[in-house]
C-alpha cells in the first residue's frame, strides 16, 4: 500500500509505503506502538529528502521476535549513531529548530521498545538515507 503525504508546513512531497505483511502480529501496547512508528515516520518526512519515500515494513525472525523497521532520511555518521537515540540530542540543531523537533523523538521510541522486551537500532549511510530497526515479541 502506498500513500502520498503533502505537507504544507514543511513543503514536502513524499510517498509513505507500508509493507508490513499482514498475518505479522507482536504483543505490544497498540497505542504505544503507534507511537513509536509516528514517531518514526515524522522523523523520516522531517528530515528526509522531498519528493522521496519512506518505508514501514517487517518480518518474524527466527526467534521469538519480529522486526519491524521504518526508514529513509538524510543519513547520520558513526558519531551521531550512538548519540541518536539519547534524550534531546539533535544531529542538526539549526535544522531542528526550523522544523520543530525537540530532540526526545528517538529516545521515546527507544523506552518503548525497552519497555516491552525489545531492542532499537539504526543503520545510515550518510547522504544515503538511514532506516530505524526495532524488534517486539512475536504475538
Not at 84 to 106: H, K, M, Q
Not at 111 to 129: D, P, R
Request: hydrophobic residues 40%; aromatic residues 8%; glycine residues 10%.
Amino acid at each position: 500500500m502506498s500513500l502520498m503525504i503533502c505537507s504544507a508546513r514543511m513543503d514536502k512531497h513524499v510517498t509513505l509505503r507500508n509493507d508490513l505483511p499482514l498475518d505479522l502480529h507482536a504483543r505490544a501496547d497498540a497505542d504505544r506502538l503507534q507511537q513509536v512508528l509516528f514517531n518514526l515516520v515524522e522523523n523520516a518526512i522531517k528530515y528526509g529528502r522531498s519528493d522521496g519515500s519512506v518505508s514501514i515494513g517487517g518480518h518474524a525472525n527466527s526467534g521469538d521476535k519480529i522486526e519491524l523497521w521504518a526508514g529513509q532520511r538524510s543519513g547520520h555518521s558513526r558519531r551521531v549513531k550512538r548519540a541518536i537515540f539519547e534524550r534531546f540530542y539533535r544531529v542538526d540543531r539549526a535544522r531542528s529548530r526550523e522544523t520543530g523537533g525537540t530532540g526526545l523523538g528517538l529516545a521515546i521510541v527507544k523506552h518503548i521498545i525497552q519497555a516491552h522486551g525489545g531492542e532499537v537500532w539504526s543503520k545510515s549511510e550518510l547522504g544515503k538515507g538511514a532506516t530505524f530497526f526495532f524488534t517486539l515479541p512475536h504475538a
